[in-house]
């Protein structure tokens, strides 16, 4: 409750945090989901007033701490989810590399997901695109040795890899 409510003093801290207990409210994650259900504002602070025996003021600024704490937490949350998903994106590149060329090991095929991932390239659509503009842009006949260099250098294969 103190990190919550910074001027809050240790006794009446821990007055609230006994009369939150006397209530089965025990920890500061159902203190918080009370809250919430309660729609926060006016009638999270009443119930907060209720619950820890505070007055309206301290009961306002813990409800304001609870509310930080939830905004933090959420974006915890959107941050470890925008990570999973670039992980999923870059696993489905990988595996998209070993479906293509079966000599690729699995770390192979990742370093090369993981490159091609910080040159831009972090879908199998997106490196498709690219092949055909380097075969594009080869010589008469020397497309596919375009295509091949294309993938030597933005996938950082070996030679024999990115030719097969």
Do not use: Y
Not at 16 to 33: F, M, T, Y
Not at 157 to 164: K, M, Q, S
């Amino acid at each position: 409750l103190r990190t919550l409510r910074c001027d809050l003093s240790s006794d009446r801290a821990r007055a609230a945090a006994e009369a939150a207990a006397a209530r089965g409210v025990k920890s500061v994650a159902r203190l918080q989901l009370l809250w919430q259900e309660a729609g926060g504002g006016a009638a999270g602070t009443q119930l907060l007033a209720g619950h820890l025996g505070l007055g309206e003021h301290d009961a306002r600024e813990v409800g304001l701490g609870l509310a930080r704490r939830a905004a933090e937490e959420a974006k915890q949350a959107a941050e470890e989810a925008e990570q999973a998903a670039e992980e999923a994106k870059l696993q489905a590149m990988a595996d998209f590399l070993r479906g293509l060329c079966g000599d690729l090991s699995s770390a192979q095929a990742r370093a090369a997901a993981t490159a091609a991932a910080g040159r831009g390239i972090r879908s199998a659509a997106r490196l498709q695109r690219r092949w055909g503009e380097a075969v594009a842009v080869g010589e008469s006949g020397e497309g596919a040795a375009a295509g091949v260099q294309m993938l030597v250098e933005q996938l950082e294969l070996e030679e024999d890899d990115a030719r097969e």
